[in-house]
């Protein structure tokens, strides 16, 4: 199981963090950069 943090880098909407952003997205957009992906290398 590897896992990766990108934060802002690779965003999955053009949501960026709510602090530094006065952008008109709603809280699930932002919800949906709020998140751990996970890879399976090896079974």
């Known amino acids: 199981l590897t ?3 990108y934060g ?3 965003l999955v909407n053009n ?3 709510e602090p530094t952003n006065n952008s008109s997205c ?3 957009q ?3 950069n709020r998140r751990s ?3 399976i ?3």
Request: charged share 30%; hydrophobic share 20%.
């Open 3 to 5: 896992g990766r943090g």
């Open 8 to 10: 802002e880098s690779q």
């Open 15 to 17: 949501c960026g963090c």
């Open 26 to 28: 709603s809280e699930d």
């Open 30 to 32: 932002h919800q949906a």
């Open 37 to 39: 992906e996970f890879i």
């Open 41 to 43: 290398t090896k079974m």
